[in-house]
């Protein structure tokens, strides 16, 4: 069974940053695409950022030079640092990963963390 927990979430002022973390869990095997979304209330779910094993990442418009994505493969973990916040930004985060539970695993099941709250007021 495969588990992501995310931390890090919270209120911060306009301009302030928080780093979110997402650790996978559990039965694993090999970890794919890494990736944060982000969802308000009455929105689509949208794609914040994304790396891959290689280190290539890509991000959404609204968040490139304000948000990095990091990957530690060791931990199985993923990071998202959120600097030069706004309001805007407020949502509940999700961390999203590829995973292969066991070498018998065909494609590449997609996991959900539980989400996180990120509050961008002053």
């Known amino acids: 069974q495969v588990q992501l927990v995310e931390s890090g979430g919270g209120l911060v002022q306009p301009g302030g940053s928080l780093r979110l973390s997402c650790a996978a869990s559990g039965s694993i095997f090999s970890i794919g695409v890494m990736g944060w979304y982000r969802q308000t209330p009455g929105k689509q779910l949208e794609l914040v950022a994304a790396?891959?094993?290689?280190?290539?990442?890509n991000y959404a418009d609204s968040v490139k030079g304000r948000f990095t994505i990091s990957r530690d493969n060791a931990k199985n973990t993923i990071y998202l640092q959120m600097t030069s916040l706004k309001p805007e930004d407020t949502a509940v985060y999700y961390c999203n990963v590829f995973l292969k539970a066991n070498p018998g695993t065909t494609g590449w099941p997609n996991y959900w963390g539980q989400g996180t709250q990120v509050t961008v007021s002053s």
């Open positions: 790396i891959n094993t290689g280190g290539s990442t």
